[in-house]
């Protein structure tokens, strides 16, 4: 009864909020790495220069919308944490989460995009050798302890959990739906992954991974300016057919 009362006032606080008259929707958007930590390279290409033009493409879209709110998490080549990340997060009751990168592999042949929402099943081995490898800056453990214990908390913990899940699988299928390339989305290019980001923020948040940069005809196209912003163009629609979504549910 308890469980049942708490998810009924979860979801009408959270569709109030986010369909809030007059307000813009916050859209935070993350570019990967930077700094010192290039991510993932390909001679002089670098995944963290790749990724801060797309999102900076996206912004200026967003920012040109006057439904949405823009949140860019770093402007310029600069060092972040994953915990600094995801303090732009802090506090919001509604709103997205948008994490931006580029994949490799050792296999040249890998290609295409993928989005990653949080997992609920067991991750096959190639999404958690992704994740462990984002994550290997963060103290997960030490996070988990800071988690709340009481009962009726942990049922609402619980609740928030799934239902922030269920709607960033609806973001990532939104996204998937508006992207027409020109770099093509893998076989099931919809999965889940425990990224730290998008496994402990409050809001739906998808991680992207625009290509391979170790895929030789990937990483040109990711090089090509013109590209990066028809992927920004992309990303976009994904976040306004999702936001439509929000404005249309009963």
């Not at 060092?79 to 994490?99: D, H, K, N, P, V």
């Not at 290997?136 to 239902?163: C, G, H, T, W």
């Amino acid at each position: 009864m308890l469980k049942s009362l708490i998810t009924s006032l979860f979801i009408l606080l959270y569709w109030a909020s986010s369909g809030a008259a007059g307000h813009r929707f916050p859209v935070i958007v993350d570019p990967g790495h930077g700094g010192s930590d290039g991510g993932a390279t390909r001679g002089n290409l670098r995944e963290a220069d790749i990724v801060l033009s797309v999102s900076r493409h996206l912004t200026k879209l967003l920012e040109a919308d006057s439904e949405f709110e823009p949140r860019l998490t770093r402007h310029r080549d600069m060092e972040l944490t994953l915990e600094e990340r995801a303090q732009f997060a802090q506090g919001l009751e509604r709103g997205l989460f948008l994490s931006v990168h580029v994949n490799a592999s050792a296999n040249p042949k890998a290609h295409g995009v993928e989005f990653y929402f949080q997992n609920q099943l067991p991750p096959d081995e190639e999404s958690q050798f992704m994740a462990n490898r984002e994550n290997q800056m963060v103290d997960v453990a030490a996070i988990a302890e800071r988690a709340p214990k009481s009962d009726v908390l942990a049922i609402i913990s619980d609740l928030a959990r799934n239902f922030r899940t269920r709607q960033s699988a609806n973001l990532g299928e939104d996204l998937v739906l508006s992207w027409q390339g020109p770099i093509q989305v893998r076989t099931l290019p919809l999965r889940q992954a425990p990224f730290f980001l998008i496994t402990h923020l409050e809001i739906p948040s998808i991680l992207i991974e625009l290509g391979f940069i170790s895929h030789e005809r990937e990483a040109r196209k990711l090089a090509d300016r013109n590209i990066q912003m028809a992927m920004a163009q992309h990303l976009y629609e994904g976040v306004k057919k999702f936001k439509e979504r929000l404005d249309n549910e009963p």
